[in-house]
Structure formats: structure tokens, C-alpha cells
């Protein structure tokens, strides 16, 4: 049985990494308010719904065509489509009831459409495709803008492998899970939960699949122990850290994911805490590690190298989150 850690004394950010996160677009000041400031409610929902008329999320939001797309494509590889920029404005938190949003995610509703193979051609946006890590992409933004992804979710329990996971490849004879495909699918089931999708079935799904992610440590294997130092499709190291992350996993994104479902931490997260405590610069700071090929729509970081405040804003939370546990 896993076993509780002892309390760690995790420094929270100090004054100059608040005010130098303060210092951005609303989609970060936001979470810095709610997450690690604790400012008062009523601050933090009028600096969330900045993000519909200011900076990055209002910018993104102007790029929607007339025919409810982004990038001309329902999804595409150069993270310029419609389901990245949907992911984008999650991610930034778009309120789902503003205006705006209800607005642009209706025109994806009624005008988006998926083309391309045969098995989902014409399929409506939030109908989904055949993949799994696409759909639980699509099924988180689906999700979190109060769509019907009821047929994706169908999809997704009918599609977890033995060992508790997900994986693109299983149709073509693959019987081990994979962590990224497992993760998106994972923010998806959880998001259809907290919008009131739950069911005994999903629940147990995502406990299954979240143990998946903890038996093996977020980073290493369970037949040997081993470090997974490199993702064998896309050859990303994921103890590297990005943002967007896409379809990909990193140890960050895992620990993300359990503090968002309020999972209680325990020694088999502790290795991956230590990673991510070891990152941060003299200056209480973490960089953008690591950037995947493709197109930006709106720039949100200062580049590859640099001080991120997104990873920084995700590291700090995941730490408290480890340090308030028992």
C-alpha cells in the first residue's frame, strides 16, 4: 500500500516571483490570485473575465473565422487549429459563461466539422474523431465549455487497455498503455466529471487510469523500475518541461493533473516533486525547457530558455499541493 509522505517545507515564490507573475496577461494573473495569493473571490472572477476582452485570450478569440474554425482545421499539426486554440483558452480559463465564450463555441458546435479519414469524415467538432488522445483533448475542451461529449466518453471506456491506460496504437496490436495518450484522456474524463458527467463508471475508469500514472512513479517503468527518460513516439524527454504540452506528457503535467483531482499525494509522487523542486533558478523562477514544432497563434512566453511564468505558475501550485499534503 502506498504510504503519505512526510511534510516537505516547499518555499513558496517569494516577492519578486509574485509581482513578476502579477506582472502578465489575466490568464496568468488570475490563477496566481486564486492559487497562490489567495486573494478574494470576488478579485479573482473580475481578473478571470479579463481574459475574454484583454491580452492573449481576447486575441485568440478574434482569430475565429466566420465558418467557427481556427487554422482552417478542426485539429492540424501545427497547433494553430481549432482544438489548440480550444485548449489554449482552458488552459488561460476562459469563463465557459461569458459571452465571448459562449459565442465562439457555438459556432464550433454548429459549424465545425472533422475531414479527413473516412471512419470520422463530416463528424460535428464535439462528436470527436477515432483517436484517443485526440478525442480526450477534444473531449476536455468539450467538456469545460459545457458541451455534450457524452459519445466520446462512450468511446474512451470501451477503449482502456488491461492495464489501466490508453493508447493511440491499440488498434494496431499495441496491449501497453501510453502516458501521453493516457493523460489527455485522463483531463477529459476528470473535466466531464466536474461538469457534471460523473458516473460510477467514468470515476472507476479514471481511478484505473490514474493508478497507471502512480505505480509507475509519472516517470518510470513498471517491469524494471527504470527511468523513461525519452517518449518512444515523439522522442520528447519528459523530464523536460513545455508549455502547451498538446498531446504530449511530462512529469508536470502528471502532477498537474493529480493536484487538479484533489488527489492526496503520497510517497509515489515524491521522486517527481524532487524533479520539479530542482528546476527552479536562483531567482525562484522556471524555465520553458522545452517548446514542440508548430505554429503559435498568439505568442504566451518568452521562448525555449527563458524564464517561463506558466511553468512557473504550474510548478509553484504543484508544490504547495505536495507540502499541504499529509
Known amino acids: 500500500m502506498a504510504t503519505s509522505p512526510p511534510k516537505r517545507q516547499v518555499a513558496m515564490p517569494n516577492r519578486s516571483v509574485i509581482g513578476w507573475l502579477l506582472d502578465s496577461d489575466p490568464s496568468i494573473r488570475w490563477q496566481v490570485m486564486r492559487d497562490l495569493i ?3 473571490a470576488n478579485e479573482v472572477a473580475a481578473e478571470r473575465a479579463r481574459v475574454a476582452t484583454e491580452g492573449w485570450g481576447a486575441r485568440l ?5 466566420a465558418d467557427g474554425q481556427w487554422g482552417g482545421a478542426a485539429w492540424n499539426r501545427g497547433w494553430n487549429s481549432t482544438m489548440h486554440v480550444l ?4 488552459e488561460m480559463g476562459l469563463d465557459p459563461a461569458s459571452d465571448q465564450a459562449r459565442r465562439a463555441v457555438s459556432l464550433v458546435r454548429d459549424r465545425v466539422t472533422w475531414q479527413g479519414w473516412s471512419a470520422y469524415e463530416g463528424n460535428p467538432f464535439f462528436a470527436g474523431e477515432v483517436e484517443p488522445c485526440i478525442n480526450g483533448q477534444v473531449g476536455a475542451v468539450g467538456a469545460y465549455f459545457g458541451q455534450d461529449i457524452q459519445g466520446i ?6 477503449e482502456q487497455l488491461p492495464d489501466g491506460g490508453w493508447n493511440c496504437e491499440a488498434p494496431n496490436g ?4 501510453s502516458f501521453n495518450t493516457t493523460i489527455c484522456v485522463l483531463e477529459a474524463l476528470l473535466e466531464h466529471e466536474r461538469t457534471g458527467g460523473g458516473t460510477p463508471e467514468v470515476t472507476e475508469a479514471r481511478l484505473r487510469g490514474q493508478e497507471y500514472l502512480l505505480e509507475r512513479r509519472l516517470f518510470r517503468r513498471r517491469s524494471t523500475g527504470e527511468v523513461i527518460e525519452r517518449d518512444r513516439k515523439g522522442g520528447a ?3 523536460r518541461f513545455a508549455f502547451p504540452t498538446w498531446w504530449h506528457y511530462d512529469v508536470l503535467r502528471g502532477l498537474e493533473y493529480l493536484r487538479s483531482a484533489g488527489v492526496a499525494p503520497d510517497e509515489r509522487v515524491a521522486e517527481a516533486i524532487d524533479l520539479v523542486a530542482s528546476k527552479r533558478d536562483d531567482d525562484g523562477r522556471w524555465l520553458l525547457e522545452t517548446r514542440y514544432p508548430g505554429v503559435m497563434p498568439v505568442e504566451i512566453d518568452e521562448g525555449e530558455g527563458r ?3 506558466w511553468i512557473t505558475l504550474r510548478a509553484s501550485r504543484v508544490l504547495n499541493w505536495y507540502s499541504a499534503g499529509d
Open 237 to 239: 524527454l519528459w523530464s
Open 87 to 90: 485548449m489554449l483558452l482552458r
Open 307 to 309: 524564464p517561463s511564468r
Open 38 to 40: 489567495g486573494a478574494p
Open 61 to 65: 478569440l478574434s482569430l475565429q473565422g
Open 174 to 177: 499495441s496491449t501497453r498503455s
Open 153 to 158: 466518453v462512450d468511446r474512451l471506456l470501451g
